[in-house]
Every structure is written in C-alpha cells, then in structure tokens.
C-alpha cells in the first residue's frame, strides 16, 4: 500500500455501497497482533527443547 502512496482502501458491499475504511495503520497493526503471536509460540518451543531458557541458542 504505502509504496504506491496508498494509505487506506475504501470496503465496498455487493450493491457497492461503502461500508467503511481499512487503513494502513489498521493493517500493520493485524499484522504485529498477529507476529507477537508467532514470537510466543517460537518462544515457547524454545523453551520446552532448550530446558527452559528461550534466550539459549545452539
């Protein structure tokens, strides 16, 4: 989005009407919602094969 100079998309319906907006910020933050989520289960794999200490890398 941002490299075309695109920062929100209007949502349409099937009659095309609006319905609202999502913006580039609403994007990013789905995004990093979903990345914390990703990192905590990495984190907690770590943790469970590596005795416990996530930080631990071989």
């Known amino acids: 989005m ?3 100079g695109i920062r929100q ?3 349409l319906n ?7 907006l ?13 990345w914390a989520c990703v990192a905590g289960i990495l984190r907690g794999q770590a943790a469970e094969g590596l005795g416990g200490n996530p930080l631990f890398v071989r």
């Open 22 to 34: 999502v913006t580039l910020d609403d994007a990013i933050r789905a995004m990093s919602s979903d």
């Open 9 to 11: 998309l209007v949502v």
């Open 2 to 4: 941002l490299s075309h």
């Open 14 to 20: 099937d009659r095309h009407s609006i319905l609202g």
